[in-house]
């Protein structure tokens, strides 16, 4: 009944193990990494901030409008009469009867009313004049001093202003162009990372995959020497064999099992290496997937040589198109450091408001104007140093240049060496295959001969270590022809990458502002 109920759960849980472990090509480890690295990720980061850059360079095409407002409190008001001309306007009335009274009180106007009484009632009621219009006219001197107060203690002021480049030396399109060129720049990084990533993959892939084949083989060659023990013992217990020939095999078969232990540790390092490449250490445990490739009897390896071909990686390589890139960015940088020193030229406009104002003399109350006009800029004398900045740029271009010349011979040469190890291992391999056809026959004669008594037990053994050797370097050869033809693919730039989306761009300027706009 146990029996019966252990059938069941062997039934029910095995296929759910198979389930969910997951079985991964190298394709699908590649798009993993694509999609999971964080480096990856960073370099697409930088992609997005290379267009936004562009995009803000994109701008300065456009008519910047500028919002600009202020208040000041201060101690003292403007005052545009002096404390004399106050006093004067204040005292205006006074002065003036001071001034018209002055003859009625001489002494000709004296004797002339001492004779003549019946004039002193006209004297006096136009003395009663004159100083009611001296009343008068204080006022007025009084209002009119008022009037001129500035009352600038508290001001308010605020303007709106247009400015539109129309000639900036040069500066505006060559900034454009930089960041265009950055963009591109952030493009190939972007491309060159991801074939880096994919090398990377390939590596752990492709050691998970040898370390597994050879894991197998151990564990053969441990459950060989068990099989061998066994007869041994027998054969003992026969009379036909001795201690010495138990502990030869005993021996073998120690270091059968730290061999398989040794494999299956770096197996372990080398799926969490993968994993982790693969991005999936956060979400997947490494124990829960298997590799198409890992358990193949035979790793299908092109054993086609291949032919260097520089012109073809020269066209495609992203690195040596990044240093381009890079050449024409700082030949930009140059004509940047010479528009500073060449004429520029923009529109202005603009409207400004402030309170107190003085458009309809001074009034405590919001009141503006507007403005349109040009402004001209250039420097006239600074001792040749635009020159020299302009030949400091022009010698970073240079320098870019040969930077490029440079890595266009290194790569070149990166292709010459990578053809040549896929061809060393593609002779290698053919070399082990023949080598482990020999061991295999070697071990089937050793193994027929000591069964027939015709062949002492360390001749069996060293044919089996032997054989054990051919098979790991045959795996070995296998996965260095795997690995040198994705290293020589890298050289070459023929990396195969995944179709991405289309990345939405925006242009901010119109075209034809591009070219009238300098």
């Known amino acids: 009944m146990k029996k019966f109920y252990l059938l069941i759960i062997s039934a029910l849980v095995f296929p759910c193990a198979l389930h969910a472990q997951r079985i991964l090509t190298l394709n699908e480890c590649r798009d993993l990494a694509l999609r999971n690295n964080k480096s990856l990720a960073m370099s697409r980061s930088e992609r997005d901030k ?34 004399d001309q106050k006093n004067r306007l204040n005292n205006l009335g006074t002065s003036f009867a001071e001034h018209i009274s002055a003859p009625l009180q001489s002494q000709q106007a004296q004797a002339l009313l001492a004779a003549n009484p019946d004039l002193m009632p006209l ?48 500066k505006i399109r060559a900034y454009d162009n930089i960041t265009h060129y950055s963009e591109r720049l952030a493009d190939l990084k972007y491309t060159a990372d991801q074939s880096e990533i994919i090398l990377e993959v390939d590596r752990a892939y492709w050691q998970v995959v040898s370390l597994s084949n050879k894991l197998q083989l151990a564990r053969n060659f441990h459950n060989t020497l068990q099989k061998l023990d066994s007869d041994v013992q027998k054969m003992i217990a026969e009379g036909v064999a001795t201690k010495a020939n138990e502990l030869q095999v005993a021996v073998k078969l120690n270091e059968a099992e730290m061999l398989v232990t040794k494999v299956e ?31 193949l009897s035979d790793i299908a390896v092109d054993t086609t040589f291949t032919v260097s071909n520089s012109a073809e990686a020269f066209a495609r390589r992203p690195e040596l198109a990044q240093l381009e890139t890079a050449v024409n960015i700082y030949k930009e940088k140059a004509k940047i450091e010479k528009a500073a020193y060449l004429p520029q030229i ?16 001074f009034q405590n ?23 020299y900045k302009v030949r ?24 010459a060496q990578e053809t040549f190890r896929v061809n060393e291992a593609i002779k290698k391999l053919r070399l082990t295959r023949k080598s482990l056809e020999k061991a295999e026959e070697n071990l089937r004669i050793a193994n027929l001969g000591y069964k027939e008594g015709v062949i002492v037990l360390s001749d069996v053994l060293q044919a089996q270590t032997a054989w054990l050797q051919a098979n790991s370097e045959k795996i070995d ?3 260095d022809v795997m690995l040198t033809r994705s290293m020589l693919t890298k050289a070459m730039g023929n990396t195969v990458l995944p179709a991405e989306p289309e990345r939405k761009t925006k242009t901010v ?10």
């Open 50 to 83: 290379a267009m936004y850059t562009r995009m803000a360079a994109e701008t300065n095409y456009l008519p910047k409008v500028q919002a600009l407002a202020g208040y000041v409190h201060t101690g003292r008001e403007i005052s545009i009469l002096n404390k």
């Open 123 to 170: 004297v006096q009621q136009l003395q009663g004049g004159i100083a009611q219009v001296g009343g008068a006219l204080n006022g007025y001197g009084a209002r009119i001093v008022d009037a001129f107060r500035t009352d600038t203690r508290d001001i308010v002021a605020g303007a709106l202003l247009l400015t539109q480049p129309l000639y900036m030396g040069g």
């Open 265 to 295: 540790d770096g197996l372990t390092l080398s799926r969490m290496l993968l994993a982790q490449t693969c991005g999936m250490s956060d979400s997947i445990d490494t124990t829960a997937f298997t590799l198409k490739d890992e358990y």
């Open 346 to 361: 923009a529109f202005v406009g603009g409207v400004m408001v402030s309170n107190p104002n003085g458009f309809n003399g």
């Open 365 to 387: 109350k919001f009141a503006g104007t507007w403005s349109v006009g040009f402004t001209f800029k250039m420097p006239v004398w600074s001792w040749h140093e635009g020159r």
């Open 392 to 415: 400091a740029a022009e010698a970073e271009a240079a320098m870019a240049a040969y930077r490029a010349e440079e890595v266009r011979e290194k790569i070149g040469l990166q292709v």
């Open 477 to 479: 050869a296998q996965v």
């Open 509 to 518: 300027a119109p075209s034809f502002l591009k070219k009238i706009i300098r």
